[in-house]
């Protein structure tokens, strides 16, 4: 291994960690959602009108909602592109799976455009808190 690659190498790998986590939270938001219509419709997973589960999703897709009225760009995506800087990557000098999970996740479109179909989304969420009330957890005993 050549001296600028030992000393490159932790960062594309932690870039890639950065881009599964971030995968992850996306299909957490829109997964979660699927989740809850889906589970109420077949009554048959109570787990997903947990009140820690419903809390967490709104949550978690009133932060994505709230940077892009700000105009703030995620975190994750920040911290991506510095340690692929880091690593001396181009955006097209990555590994097999980050090209493709970029390319399922980033879109190019005007800003406006994600402002409103993330708050559409929240929106549902919302819904979804009406028409399926998330459940305080009650205590066996």
Same mark, same amino acid.
């Given at each position: ?6 000393? !490159?190498?932790?960062? =594309?790998? /932690? ?8 995968? *992850? ?5 829109? *997964? *979660?959602? #699927? ?7 077949? @009554? ?30 995620? =975190? /994750? +995506?920040?911290? &991506?592109?510095? /340690?692929? &800087?880091? !690593?001396? &990557? ?7 799976? @980050? ?8 879109? +190019? @479109? =005007? &800003?406006? #455009?994600? @402002?409103? !179909?993330?708050?559409?989304? *929240? ?10 009330? =998330? ?7």
């Amino acid at each position: 291994m050549s001296t600028a690659m030992s000393a !490159a190498w932790p960062y =594309p790998l /932690l870039a890639d960690m950065v881009l599964a986590v971030h995968f *992850g939270v996306v299909l957490f938001v829109i *997964g *979660g959602l #699927v989740l809850v219509f889906v589970g109420n419709r077949l @009554a048959t997973w109570p787990w997903v009108n947990a009140l820690w589960f419903r809390m967490a999703h709104l949550v978690a897709i009133g932060v994505v909602a709230a940077q892009s009225w700000l105009g703030m760009v995620c =975190p /994750l +995506t920040t911290l &991506e592109a510095w /340690l692929r &800087e880091q !690593a001396g &990557e181009a955006s097209h000098d990555q590994s097999f799976v @980050a090209y493709w999970l970029q390319r399922l996740m980033f879109f +190019t @479109a =005007p &800003e406006w #455009v994600f @402002a409103v !179909a993330y708050t559409a989304f *929240g929106l549902l969420v919302v819904l979804a808190w009406w028409r399926y009330p =998330p459940r305080v957890a009650r205590s066996r005993g």
